[in-house]
């Protein structure tokens, strides 16, 4: 074996090994508070914490597919999950954060949204989503709670 082989391979083990022990991954900035807010707290009472800094934990269970603006962590309640969104490329997150557990720092944000509002949202994700969208299936306004996003660890 020549030197350039064994310099190769030995490369080659140290990108598995930092692969394989891989652990939590900073994005955005560092995270400031110590104490968790639960997801269902925030959706039972979102006024209550609009304008507020919070800490959430739980696991990512979806990705923004066109750009990784967001992640949607799920709540400590079944069928539960909050948006933590981030300004486009800023925080990129990648397409295998799902499944992982992501401690999230942000503002909660609350915002009603009109039905015309609504349309426009559902058209816009439905194009990064590469799917259809029916204007019909918007019922009327909606408040909208989610995080605006600051820096979270995926782990």
């Not at 930092?18 to 639960?38: D, H, M, R």
């Not at 597919?65 to 962590?73: L, P, T, Y």
Request: with cysteine; glycine share 10%.
């Amino acid at each position: 074996m020549t030197h350039r082989h064994v310099l190769s391979i030995a490369a080659i083990l140290v990108l598995i090994g930092s692969i394989a022990i891989a652990g939590p991954k900073n994005y955005g900035k560092k995270l400031t508070l110590k104490e968790k807010t639960k997801v269902s707290d925030i959706l039972a009472n979102p006024e209550q914490y609009d304008g507020k800094k919070v800490l959430v934990e739980g696991a990512v269970v979806d990705v923004c597919a066109n750009r990784g603006c967001w992640i949607k962590v799920a709540s400590d309640k079944e069928f539960e999950s909050i948006r933590f969104k981030v300004d486009d490329g800023v925080i990129v997150f990648p397409m295998d954060a799902k499944g992982k557990t992501a401690l999230a720092e942000g503002v909660i944000s609350v915002k009603k949204y009109t039905v015309e509002e609504l349309i426009e949202q559902g058209k816009h994700h439905a194009e990064e989503q590469g799917e259809e969208f029916d204007p019909s299936t918007v019922k009327g306004p909606k408040t909208v709670v989610q995080i605006k996003g600051e820096g979270a660890v995926i782990k």
